[in-house]
């Protein structure tokens, strides 16, 4: 029943073509952990967190984009083959693997949750195994705040992972280190609502795309 009335719902706010996307993009949720034996779909609360209460004010639960959605943004977009991806507020690691499967030279995961990342680095211990080959990816296990932006890194993605407060630092971050080294950037924001007055009043930067496929809705911004 709750089905049947979180699907009209569905229907009656996005329209049916949004909702029968959400629902495929459901079924090959699980059957993408079935496969290769992962698991990254159950949410975590943010007081459930190993984290301590300062970090909890800037923090939002951990959850899980959709990899339909994640995957058919990633092929829309024109990113040049020598990509570096920065996954910020990384998680149980789902994008990281899927990224990975997406010719970046590099993929790393910046999460602060030590029991998130060590549920990441099995996840991708399990993913390597099914696949049989090693793959280009580093969890780090640090605040975002602490982490030292490199000069290759040029696509940086975002899961409603924290607040304005910690969004602002880290974009400063990003634009402190194309002075060591010039490059176009690419910020790409699932559930970029709460960011729009920061980065696009606060910042100027106009998004280059906005990519909406069921009820997921991304904002792809260029810094350059």
């Not at 779909?41 to 951990?62: A, F, G, P, T, W």
């Not at 959605?69 to 990281?96: E, Q, T, Y």
């Not at 969004?167 to 559930?191: F, G």
Request: hydrophobic share 40%; proline share 3%; charged share 30%.
């Amino acid at each position: 029943m709750q089905i049947l009335k979180r699907t009209y719902n569905s229907i009656r706010e996005k329209g049916l073509s949004r909702t029968y996307q959400s629902v495929i993009s459901v079924i090959e949720d699980f059957y993408f952990e079935l496969k290769y034996g992962i698991s990254t779909s159950k949410i975590v609360r943010r007081e459930d967190l190993d984290i301590s209460e300062k970090s909890k004010q800037h923090s939002e639960e951990y959850k899980p984009t959709r990899i339909r959605h994640f995957r058919l943004l990633i092929k829309s977009l024109d990113l040049p083959k020598d990509s570096v991806f920065v996954d910020m507020g990384s998680g149980k690691g789902r994008v990281l693997l899927m990224a990975s499967l997406n010719n970046f030279k590099r993929v790393t995961g910046v999460e602060i949750s030590s029991q998130l990342c060590e549920i990441a680095r099995e996840n991708k211990a399990k993913f390597e195994k099914a696949l049989g080959k090693q793959l280009p990816i580093n969890i780090v296990n640090i605040d975002v705040l602490e982490y030292n932006v490199q000069n290759d890194e040029n696509v940086f993605y975002f899961y409603n992972p924290f607040d304005n407060y910690i969004m602002e630092r880290i974009i400063e971050r990003i634009k402190q280190s194309l002075i060591d080294n010039p490059r176009k950037i690419w910020l790409i924001i699932n559930n970029f609502t709460p960011f729009i007055a920061l980065i696009e009043n606060r910042y100027k930067l106009l998004k280059s795309k906005e990519f909406i496929y069921g009820g997921t809705e991304f904002a792809v911004y260029i810094i350059d």
